[in-house]
């Protein structure tokens, strides 16, 4: 009967225990917590935050704009952009022809190219630039530049200039009494000194009387590189109320006296007539460019500018850096005289 009062004492015992737990049982098995508790610390976000967060917008990188041409006091460009000088797309572009006329004054045919507009009509009179090439050049010598045409036309459909007909002639204008080959001594340069009667007397009446052309002052333009620039400025001094527009691209020396390392020229005009008469009708703009490193002209086109301003002459000069003897110097010069025509 003790036995049996024991074993009972002992099992209610063990019940108790069991379902109170042990006095050390809290220290040795630790309450699992949440896992959302366990991640809401300082340091982390819980997953709905994470959900819910919204990024912060990435500013999206500005292109480098292309660097534009950079011009001097007068607004003229320093160098074409090179941008014009690419076919584009949707841009109609002309194609040089060749031709001849008959000039009266050299007793035989004369040839010239001739740039028209791609959509050239009789029904619209346009301007007309002359452009003269230089020393042993001829009517080829800027019709073989694949750029020019490009050029012109980029520059039309920009609306940087007005449509216009381009004129290139061969300029050594030998007659019976002269010079029959160009070469580097005044003999042979006289057919250059030549030219702007020849232009004035014959090629421009041509041109009037074959093309739709706007005659006249205001829709008539001449420029020209290195001789032809030279002839250029000689012609507006002779002429100086035919032309809206004159450029001189690296003029060579020789319209007045000078000296170079090719030949001594005795010069078409003395330095004190390098002037206008007053109440001459001048041309509205008259350019004269050079490079900055021009091995063939020097500082001759310098000279020009020089001499007039000391004369009065109105007109507008800049340089052309790092340009030499070159198509830097050419296109730069046209880029600019181009935006001249029909304004």
């Given amino acids: 009967m003790k036995r049996m009062i024991l074993i009972l004492v002992t099992v209610a015992l063990s019940v108790c225990l069991f379902a109170c737990g042990r006095p050390d049982d809290k220290a040795e098995t630790p309450t699992e917590t949440p896992k959302e508790e366990t991640n809401m610390n300082e340091n982390e976000p819980t997953k709905q935050a994470e959900l819910t967060v919204t990024e912060a917008p990435t500013d999206t990188p500005t292109p480098t704009p292309t660097e534009a041409p950079k011009t001097d006091e007068n607004g003229m460009y320093l160098t074409c952009p090179t941008s014009y000088l690419t076919k584009k797309e949707g841009v109609s572009y002309g194609k040089f022809e060749r031709h001849t006329y008959y000039s009266y004054y050299c007793n035989r045919e004369r040839a010239y190219t001739i740039l028209l507009p791609p959509d050239y009509t009789q029904d619209k009179k346009y301007p007309v630039v002359y452009l003269l090439?230089?020393?042993?050049?001829?009517?080829?010598?800027?019709?073989?530049?694949?750029?020019?045409?490009?050029?012109?036309?980029?520059?039309?459909?920009?609306?940087?200039?007005?449509?216009?007909?381009?004129?290139?002639?061969?300029?050594?204008?030998?007659?019976?009494?002269?010079?029959?080959?160009?070469?580097?001594?005044?003999?042979?340069?006289?057919?250059?000194?030549?030219?702007?009667?020849?232009l004035v007397e014959n090629l421009m009446p041509h041109i009037n009387a074959t093309y739709s052309v706007q005659e006249g002052r205001e829709g008539t333009n001449i420029g020209g590189f290195s001789m032809g620039g030279r002839e250029t400025l000689y012609t507006l001094m002779l002429y100086p109320e035919l032309f809206k527009n004159v450029c001189a691209?690296?003029?060579?020396?020789?319209?007045?006296?000078?000296?170079?390392?090719?030949?001594?020229?005795?010069?078409?005009?003395?330095?004190?007539?390098?002037?206008?008469?007053?109440?001459?009708?001048?041309?509205?703009?008259?350019?004269?460019?050079?490079?900055?490193?021009?091995?063939?002209?020097?500082?001759?086109?310098?000279?020009?500018?020089?001499?007039?301003?000391?004369?009065?002459?109105?007109?507008?000069w800049y340089e052309v850096p790092n340009a030499d003897h070159d198509m830097n110097t050419q296109y730069s010069g046209m880029f600019n005289f181009f935006q001249l025509i029909g304004k």
Avoid at 133 to 146: K, L, M, P, Q
Avoid at 264 to 288: C, N
């Fill in 133 to 198: 090439h230089g020393i042993f050049g001829d009517e080829n010598s800027f019709a073989g530049d694949a750029k020019l045409p490009i050029l012109v036309g980029n520059m039309i459909a920009e609306g940087l200039c007005e449509e216009f007909i381009l004129v290139c002639p061969a300029m050594y204008a030998a007659g019976d009494d002269t010079a029959q080959t160009p070469a580097f001594n005044a003999e042979a340069c006289i057919p250059y000194d030549r030219f702007p009667k020849e």
């Fill in 249 to 316: 691209m690296a003029p060579a020396p020789g319209m007045t006296p000078a000296k170079d390392g090719f030949m001594e020229h005795p010069g078409s005009l003395q330095e004190d007539e390098v002037r206008f008469a007053e109440g001459t009708v001048v041309p509205d703009t008259i350019i004269i460019c050079c490079g900055t490193r021009d091995s063939v002209v020097g500082k001759f086109p310098m000279g020009y500018h020089n001499l007039f301003e000391k004369n009065g002459i109105k007109h507008i």
